[in-house]
């Protein structure tokens, strides 16, 4: 599948469809059972690199891209507390037995991530997640323009420049009413470029999301790019928007360059 926005807006890396399935693909990147891992490198690869990669119930990475797969809460078992851990530490638990093994390879638990300011104000983000349990075994990334026909993703995410984020917040309210078309919420990576724009789908006007702003996977991604994700049925609108809309027009046409030669003025 070709996207008329990727080429208009001169991305240079892949757009990753996000997809349910009961079937296992071959030769996808997959984690190691019970081993931990970052989604949000798994999509940066699929985005930059082209790569596929599966996950299921037991090949998740970790609690954060547990819940942002679809997979559920699990934060509800987070060693010492994930109302802790995003925010204040919890010292006392990282001073028990099990607390001293952990802490060792989770750094943070001790004196939190400083995310939230206080415990309280996690389980208020927390609660404001749309965690849901997805109806497959496998969720998986793959470049859009290996999608099969018979295949139809749940959401569409792209990797972009600040210039092609400007483009893409125009485009996803030029043929929408009000302003507010496109959303930047708190949350982890791979809750925004999966988790959120899958919730939004289930809505009439579904909003597009904004996302890699979290700090803990930054170092997994270009220093000059964020996530933008469309849940499918809007992907498609805007595909249809493209022509006749501001990306053939003269302002568009002169920023288009520097994305398309790496020239930064």
């Not at 699929?46 to 797969?69: I, N």
Request: glycine share 8%.
């Amino acid at each position: 599948m070709k996207s008329k926005i990727a080429e208009a807006i001169g991305l240079k890396t892949k757009p990753v469809a996000i997809l349910l399935s009961n079937a296992k693909p071959e030769d996808a990147m997959q984690f190691k059972e019970g081993r931990w891992g970052c989604v949000a490198a798994m999509f940066t690869a699929a985005a930059m690199k082209g790569k596929s990669a599966v996950f299921d119930r037991k090949t998740y990475g970790c609690p954060g891209g547990g819940v942002g797969l679809g997979f559920g809460n699990l934060y509800l078992d987070f060693p010492g507390g994930f109302d802790y851990f995003l925010s204040i530490g919890n010292p006392e638990f990282c001073n028990t037995e099990l607390g001293k093994n952990i802490v060792r390879i989770m750094q943070s638990l001790k004196d939190g991530e400083a995310y939230k300011k206080t415990p309280e104000l996690v389980k208020s983000f927390v609660d404001w997640l749309p965690i849901t349990e997805v109806p497959a075994e496998y969720v998986i990334f793959k470049p859009l323009s290996e999608v099969k026909e018979d295949e139809t993703p749940e959401v569409v995410t792209f990797l972009v420049t600040a210039d092609q984020l400007s483009a893409m917040v125009v485009l996803a309210n030029y043929d929408r009413k009000g302003s507010e078309n496109v959303m930047i919420p708190f949350a982890a990576g791979c809750h925004n470029f999966f988790l959120v724009p899958y919730n939004e789908g289930k809505s009439d006007l579904p909003r597009a999301v904004v996302g890699m702003t979290d700090i803990s996977v930054r170092k997994h991604m270009p220093k000059d790019m964020l996530s933008f994700a469309m849940p499918y049925k809007r992907f498609l609108e805007m595909e249809d928007n493209v022509e006749g809309s501001f990306l053939q027009r003269h302002c568009w046409l002169e920023v288009l360059p520097r994305n398309n030669s790496g020239d930064e003025k």
